[in-house]
């Protein structure tokens, strides 16, 4: 059952090493480059190229801890990836663990989908923040308000209008019905685990072992 999910090829920013002069005016962007956006069914987050040779789903959630260890492994791959056109990733948060008092999963998702609803995210950015995201929790807590995770957003280079709307709060999805619509997807690939995190491969209609030190690796070169 691939589930092709659609990404804008897009915009960028260049980084520049060494300079040895100052220029003048705004910088150039990349439209090579690879952007986020909201899947096509509302509810998942597509960092990468739609014709990206390898596409995964990630089903994550802001407080679990496995979901840190996932990032804390592979993030900097998954972005290397990205960022080459090679990987496409969408991620598919569930707040199953918030609480009534702080919605805090609830909170980080929506920051999510604030910086893929601009249309405008570098995916390598998006995976940046990712990682910022899951590297820094407070599970069963409070967790970070906005302005903090909009620092967050800025420093892993997503744009300002990105880092303005999470620290506004503006809303961008219905979290109850992201982690229903995402339950019942993870339900589909997984009905024996439906567990975060789980990763599933669009290419084979897989779930891929994650418990495979090297997965990511194996992945990519068997495309």
Not at 76 to 103: E, K, N, S
């Amino acid at each position: 059952m691939r589930r092709m999910m659609a990404v804008l090829t897009g915009l960028t920013l260049l980084a520049g090493v060494g300079c040895t002069k100052q220029i003048q005016g705004s910088a150039e962007a990349d439209p090579d480059a690879p952007l986020t956006q909201v899947s096509e069914d509302g509810y998942g987050l597509t960092a990468g190229f739609a014709d990206a040779p390898v596409q995964i789903e990630i089903f994550a959630e802001p407080q679990c801890t496995h979901c840190a260890d996932l990032q804390r492994d592979v993030g900097d791959g998954l972005a290397h990836y990205i960022g080459l056109g090679q990987l496409a990733v969408t991620y598919r948060p569930m707040t199953f663990l918030d609480t009534a008092d702080f919605g805090y999963s609830a909170r980080v998702s929506n920051a999510l989908f604030v910086a893929a609803s601009k249309r405008n995210s570098p995916a390598v950015a998006f995976q940046a923040f990712v990682e910022a995201l899951w590297a820094d929790q407070d599970p069963s807590g409070r967790g970070p308000d906005d302005d903090e995770i909009a620092q967050k957003a800025d420093a892993a280079g997503l744009p300002g209008d990105v880092v303005e709307g999470i620290a506004r709060g503006e809303t961008a999805v219905d979290a109850v019905e992201m982690d229903a619509a995402n339950y019942d997807l993870l339900y589909l690939v997984d009905p024996m685990y439906t567990g975060t995190p789980t990763v599933y491969n669009l290419d084979t209609d897989e779930t891929v072992d994650i418990y495979d030190a090297d997965w990511l690796d194996k992945l990519m070169s068997s495309a």
